[in-house]
């Protein structure tokens, strides 16, 4: 079982639902590899009727039809929804544009969210376009909320990551392992690699199994034997900065990870 859930999630959610009447919009970062595992059920029901921007993030991880599809699966519930690569500046900047939408009207109040991980804070970052909000590939980062103004007429507040107390399906608890919206100490990284190699091979992706991997970056230990442990977490972590390629572990009409 992979589940994390600390004292400052809870915090969050709470602080997250009380600052719900400040704010206009919410910006809602999924990773765009896991469109479904990666969007909290928690966040969707505190959100309500709020006005919303699904931000899929780390599109350039993802592969690029799956990502069309999904934009036109979210689209279609009449949710804006666009992709972001957070190291692209155009690509964050339709964001700032959205949100200056309503700007005429006066001040907007915009609160960027997610699960740990998602990409909340280089959203932030790109919007403002220096590095306030603190950023680092692993989750849990993000600790408190904070306000930045964007524009004289825009703000934006960056929250933690939030995931649900408990994640029950068990696809899903790999997924996010594996996109990193887990801490590794969190779980085991040869069992969420071994579920990654037999979902890439049942689909096709083209990631090497985890034997192969460890046999070609030389995990042998003295007498033949794999280090297979060090050698998970390096494959997850080529998985992670997408050296197996752009990916994407959900499609709009797999209904695996439900």
Same mark, same amino acid.
Not at 139 to 168: C, N, Y
């Given at each position: 079982?992979?589940?994390?859930?600390?004292?400052?999630?809870?915090?969050?959610? =709470? #602080?997250?639902? *009380?600052? &719900?009447?400040?704010?206009?919009?919410?910006?809602?970062? %999924?990773?765009?590899? !896991?469109?479904?595992?990666?969007?909290?059920?928690?966040?969707? /029901?505190?959100? @309500? /009727?709020?006005?919303?921007?699904?931000?899929?993030?780390?599109?350039?991880?993802?592969?690029?039809?799956?990502?069309?599809?999904? &934009?036109?699966?979210?689209?279609? =519930?009449?949710?804006?929804? %666009?992709?972001?690569?957070?190291?692209?500046?155009?690509?964050?900047? #339709?964001?700032?544009?959205?949100?200056?939408?309503?700007?005429?009207?006066?001040?907007?109040?915009?609160?960027?969210? @997610? %699960?740990?991980?998602?990409?909340?804070?280089?959203? !932030?970052?790109?919007?403002?376009?220096?590095?306030?909000?603190?950023?680092?590939? /692993?989750?849990?980062?993000? /600790?408190?909320?904070?306000?930045? #103004?964007?524009?004289?007429?825009?703000?934006?507040?960056?929250?933690?990551?939030?995931?649900?107390?408990?994640?029950?399906?068990?696809?899903?608890?790999?997924?996010?392992?594996?996109?990193?919206?887990?801490?590794?100490?969190?779980?085991?990284? *040869?069992? !969420?690699?071994?579920?990654?190699?037999?979902?890439?091979?049942?689909?096709?992706?083209? %990631?090497?199994?985890?034997?192969?991997?460890?046999? *070609? =970056?030389?995990? !042998?230990?003295?007498?033949?034997?794999?280090?297979?442990?060090?050698?998970?977490?390096?494959?997850?972590?080529?998985?992670?900065?997408?050296?197996?390629?752009?990916?994407?572990?959900?499609?709009?009409?797999?209904?695996?990870?439900?």
């Amino acid at each position: 079982m992979i589940q994390w859930y600390p004292g400052h999630m809870a915090k969050a959610m =709470r #602080r997250i639902g *009380e600052a &719900l009447a400040l704010v206009d919009v919410v910006v809602e970062a %999924i990773d765009a590899r !896991v469109p479904r595992s990666g969007a909290n059920p928690m966040l969707d /029901r505190a959100l @309500g /009727r709020k006005r919303r921007i699904v931000a899929l993030t780390r599109s350039d991880l993802a592969d690029p039809a799956t990502t069309r599809a999904w &934009l036109d699966a979210l689209r279609k =519930r009449g949710i804006t929804a %666009i992709a972001v690569d957070a190291h692209e500046q155009r690509s964050v900047a #339709r964001i700032a544009t959205l949100l200056a939408a309503n700007a005429e009207r006066g001040t907007t109040r915009a609160m960027v969210v @997610g %699960i740990p991980n998602s990409g909340k804070s280089s959203i !932030v970052n790109g919007l403002l376009r220096r590095a306030a909000a603190k950023t680092e590939n /692993r989750a849990g980062i993000t /600790r408190r909320t904070q306000w930045f #103004r964007l524009s004289p007429h825009v703000e934006v507040m960056d929250t933690p990551g939030v995931l649900p107390p408990k994640i029950a399906s068990t696809t899903s608890q790999w997924k996010l392992a594996a996109v990193g919206a887990v801490p590794s100490e969190r779980y085991d990284p *040869e069992h !969420v690699a071994r579920s990654l190699s037999l979902w890439a091979a049942h689909h096709g992706a083209g %990631i090497p199994p985890p034997e192969a991997f460890a046999a *070609e =970056r030389g995990f !042998v230990r003295r007498g033949g034997k794999v280090d297979e442990h060090n050698a998970a977490q390096s494959y997850l972590r080529a998985f992670e900065a997408g050296k197996f390629g752009r990916i994407t572990l959900e499609k709009p009409d797999d209904a695996e990870a439900t």
